[in-house]
């Protein structure tokens, strides 16, 4: 079996500047360097051949390529509780529309709708019940920004849960259209 998700991978620029964000907030599970993405569609567990499947739909979306930027820090709460920590991107609309299309071709191939709403973030942790107040990292990250940055392509990518937390694994690449 196969977990897999689609994404987009941010510059190193823009990684480098979460990863200095990533700090004070005692008990939080920061997200390494190698995790760091915008979540285009989730497909979770898969055989090999709907795997192939999912590719070859993938393969066959297209989209313009566009910019996005940093924009603000927020959380996710479960049943009342906060356990995700994140950075937001902005404009929504050129990265919900590549969503759309990727949630379409991986429907095509076999894949279960997708229920929630979308809102593109950036996950920078994983809170606990343990985990210390958001309120200072929120208050000094209010304000996040970046300079726009170009995005190109997308990504199939392979899941690996072990101790450590999730391994990413690149399966394949998917070239936006040039602008």
Not at 84 to 108: E, F, K, N, S, Y
Not at 122 to 133: D, E, G, K, W
């Amino acid at each position: 079996m196969h977990r897999l998700f689609v994404a987009l991978r941010p510059p190193v620029p823009v990684r480098d500047h979460l990863l200095g964000l990533m700090h004070g907030v005692e008990g939080a599970r920061w997200q390494s360097d190698d995790q760091l993405h915008l979540t285009l569609r989730f497909i979770g567990e898969v055989d090999r051949h709907q795997a192939s499947d999912i590719a070859a739909a993938l393969a066959r979306v297209t989209a313009p390529a566009f910019d996005l930027a940093l924009s603000s820090a927020g959380t996710f709460d479960r049943r009342g509780r906060i356990d995700t920590l994140w950075a937001g991107v902005t404009p929504h609309d050129q990265v919900a529309a590549l969503h759309a299309r990727i949630d379409r071709a991986c429907i095509m191939a076999g894949c279960a709708s997708e229920h929630r709403a979308y809102l593109p973030h950036i996950t920078l942790a994983r809170l606990n019940r343990s985990s210390a107040p958001l309120h200072d990292f929120l208050a000094a990250n209010a304000g996040l920004s970046s300079a726009p940055f170009p995005v190109a392509e997308f990504g199939l990518y392979e899941s690996i849960l072990g101790r450590e937390g999730p391994v990413y694994h690149l399966a394949e690449r998917y070239p936006l259209a040039p602008r």
